[in-house]
């Protein structure tokens, strides 16, 4: 088994951003899940759809995105409403 050696000091600002780390995904997982960008490519399985149907929609702009050369993002917190705003209630 191979080890590596740290210093104490080195050991402690290890602890505290591993602390800090926690410390805000403890606080509002959901903010940052919001708030996360994800890839155009990947909409489509999160949301059960066809690739084409992804597209049409990109095309009718029903969700906002952002587009870098060939790239398209979206942020989950649109894919969020974009699924409240059509939710079926119970009568």
């Given at each position: 088994?191979?080890?590596i050696l740290i210093t104490i000091e080195e050991l402690?600002?290890?602890q505290n951003d591993v602390s800090e780390i926690k410390n805000l995904l403890k606080s509002k997982?959901?903010?940052l899940f919001k708030s996360t960008w994800i890839?155009?490519?990947n909409v489509p399985n999160l949301l059960?759809?066809?690739a084409k149907t992804w597209a049409n929609w990109r095309s009718q702009r029903v969700i906002p995105f952002s587009q870098f050369g060939?790239?398209?993002y979206v942020k989950?917190?649109?894919l969020n409403k974009l699924l409240e705003a059509n939710s079926?209630?119970?009568k």
């Open positions: 088994m191979k080890g402690s600002i290890l997982p959901e903010d890839e155009s490519k059960g759809i066809s060939a790239k398209i989950m917190d649109e079926i209630t119970n």
